[in-house]
């Protein structure tokens, strides 16, 4: 679909946690923007991010994305961003709130799931309110996971 001639649905993904979906239940999604210095937003145009170790906390009423791995632009001169310096997230206030309540409350984290340049090139972060996975939990993943494939294999096979 278009919208006066551009697509309305266009990401380039950057920076995917693809653990996070097998470690955590994600119970529900915000898209938050990136505060980035011009350095930091190069380097992500580059595609070499990494939010694999990442996390999200709460300081001072803001949201902090904390052990995200931007490398140095190695086009820059001395004015070069630190690599895994805490970015701030932006969220409206009601967000922040909702996610307050879940992490205190409710004993909920807050995990990145990927970063990604809208249509409007515009760097946004998809971060989940999420609760942690129990081994059995995982097991159980792991075990649906493969029945999907195995029926997509038989079904694919029949017909």
């Given at each position: 679909?278009?919208?006066?001639?551009?697509?309305?649905?266009?990401?380039?993904?950057?920076a995917e946690n693809r653990k996070a979906?097998?470690?955590?239940?994600?119970?529900?999604?915000?898209?938050?923007?990136?505060?980035?210095?011009?350095?930091?937003?190069?380097?992500?145009?580059?595609?070499?991010?990494?939010?694999?170790?990442?996390?999200?906390?709460?300081?001072?009423?803001?949201?902090?994305?904390?052990?995200?791995?931007?490398?140095?632009?190695?086009?820059?001169?001395?004015?070069?961003?630190?690599?895994?310096?805490?970015?701030?997230?932006?969220?409206?206030?009601?967000?922040?709130?909702?996610?307050?309540?879940?992490?205190?409350?409710?004993?909920?984290?807050?995990?990145?799931?990927?970063?990604?340049?809208?249509?409007?090139?515009?760097?946004?972060?998809e971060l989940a309110l999420a609760?942690?996975?129990?081994?059995?939990?995982?097991?159980?993943?792991?075990?649906?996971?493969?029945?999907?494939?195995?029926?997509?294999?038989?079904?694919?096979?029949?017909?």
């Open positions: 679909m278009t919208h006066k001639g551009r697509p309305t649905d266009v990401r380039k993904v950057v979906r097998f470690n955590y239940e994600i119970l529900d999604t915000y898209e938050a923007g990136l505060v980035l210095t011009g350095t930091e937003v190069k380097s992500l145009r580059e595609g070499k991010a990494n939010i694999a170790e990442a996390y999200a906390s709460d300081e001072n009423g803001e949201i902090w994305l904390i052990n995200s791995y931007l490398p140095e632009y190695l086009q820059a001169n001395r004015f070069n961003h630190a690599p895994r310096r805490p970015r701030k997230l932006l969220l409206s206030m009601k967000e922040i709130g909702r996610m307050r309540i879940g992490i205190s409350r409710e004993g909920m984290t807050l995990v990145p799931l990927k970063v990604y340049f809208n249509d409007r090139g515009r760097a946004k972060l609760k942690g996975k129990k081994l059995h939990d995982k097991r159980e993943t792991e075990k649906q996971r493969d029945w999907n494939r195995e029926k997509g294999r038989l079904l694919r096979d029949r017909g």
